[in-house]
């Protein structure tokens, strides 16, 4: 079983920027891809952004150019690089762990393991 704790969360302005972390532990051998989800108030949870073993990304359209996501295997560490943020980031962000790959986005059903979330508030 694989836990994941996030962290870095906070009030943030808009145009602000935000570091996400994400810790796994336990049984994490064969987790091959990670990802951050957000849902904001009254919408369904959405990816932001997904990174392979080898460190490849995956961004949703809304997020290019201003979210990195990057993963650190030896500390067993995912984060969520989030710059110039607007209100509409405003969400509690999930870490999502899975022990597939996926050519292009991977469906959300595949991630096995998540996190608590921790909550994002951008203000205007």
């Known amino acids: 079983q694989v836990e994941l704790v996030e962290s870095g969360g906070g009030l943030v302005q808009a145009g602000g920027s935000l570091r996400l972390s994400c810790a796994a532990s336990g049984i994490i051998f064969g987790i091959k891809t990670m990802a951050w989800y957000r849902q904001a108030p009254g919408k369904q949870r959405e990816l932001v952004a997904s990174i392979t073993t080898d460190g490849k990304g995956n961004y949703a359209d809304f997020v290019k150019g201003r979210f990195t996501i990057a993963r650190d295997n030896a500390k067993k560490m995912v984060h969520l690089q989030m710059n110039s943020l607007k209100f509409e980031d405003t969400a509690v962000y999930y870490c999502?762990?899975?022990?597939?790959?996926?050519?292009?986005?991977?469906?959300?059903?595949?991630?096995?393991?998540w996190g608590q979330g921790t909550q994002v508030t951008v203000s205007s």
């Open positions: 999502a762990g899975s022990y597939a790959t996926w050519i292009g986005t991977m469906p959300e059903e595949m991630y096995d393991s």
